[in-house]
T-cell receptor
Framework: AQTVTQSQPEMSVQEAETVTLSCTYD???????LFWYKQPPSRQMILVIR??????QNATENRFSVNFQKAAKSFSLKISDSQLGDAAMYFC???????????FGTGTRLKVLA | GAGVSQTPSNKVTEKGKYVELRCDPI?????LYWYRQSLGQGPEFLIY????????DSGLPNDRFFAVRPEGSVSTLKIQRTERGDSAVYLC?????????????FGPGTRLTVL
């Protein structure tokens, strides 16, 4: 079965600085999708960024970008110019073996210090 | 347009009681998913609906859990004879299509506490 691992339970970053959240995964699929979701205290999961495995180019969305290393099965999220509103739990996820069932990591709690 | 909504936001019940959790997906989304998120964990898949039918219920932990989506829109997750271990946040999500590339849109969840 597919696995998604986040090894950083908590990270802190100064406002306006850059932080990188790590995620590794294991899959037997050749093409797959990877997602980063943000979960603020309101509990509502919000999609931050999506990466398609066959695309070599790393996805970017404004201040958010990924470092996708397919051979290493690594999918890290970089947040630039961190803002107080970025404080939340961040989950890495991938559909299980080409299905619709998301497999989530255990999450990283990001604290942004003013 | 409106996002995924879930009611109630919080539910406190006693061990052994029956509870129903409701999910209103985004209009037009045919796929609907239920996940359970225990404290300090990521969400875990419970069940998926395509239209009115439960296409995959492999994540339901046991036969005390059941879900329906009778008209292909609103879904209800039902838990019989609740146990303290059922305490968690229950998240509902919907998507236009049930394919790996499709973003799933999540509701705010229902926090269930079983005393």
């Amino acid at each position: 079965a597919q696995t998604v691992t986040q090894s950083q339970p908590e990270m802190s970053v100064q406002e306006a600085e850059t932080v990188t959240l790590s995620c590794t995964y294991d899959t037997s699929e050749s093409d797959y999708y990877l997602f980063w979701y943000k979960q603020p205290p309101s509990r509502q999961m919000i999609l931050v960024i999506r990466q398609e495995a066959y695309k070599q180019q790393n996805a970017t969305e404004n201040r958010f970008s990924v470092n996708f290393q397919k051979a290493a099965k690594s999918f890290s999220l970089k947040i630039s110019d961190s803002q107080l509103g970025d404080a939340a739990m961040y989950f890495c996820a991938s559909p299980d073996s080409g299905t619709y069932k998301y497999i989530f990591g255990t999450g990283t709690r990001l604290k942004v210090l003013a | 347009g409106a996002g995924v909504s879930q009611t109630p936001s919080n539910k406190v019940t006693e061990k052994g009681k029956y509870v129903e959790l409701r999910c209103d997906p985004i209009s037009g989304h045919t796929a609907l998913y239920w996940y359970r998120q225990s404290l300090g964990q990521g969400p875990e898949f419970l069940i998926y609906f395509q239209g009115t039918g439960a296409a995959d219920d492999s994540g339901l932990p046991n036969d005390r859990f059941f879900a329906v989506r009778p008209e292909g829109s609103v879904s209800t997750l039902k838990i019989q004879r609740t146990e303290r271990g059922d305490s968690a946040v229950y998240l509902c999500a919907s998507s236009q299509l049930a394919i790996p590339s499709n973003e799933q849109f999540f509701g705010p969840g229902t926090r269930l506490t079983v005393l």
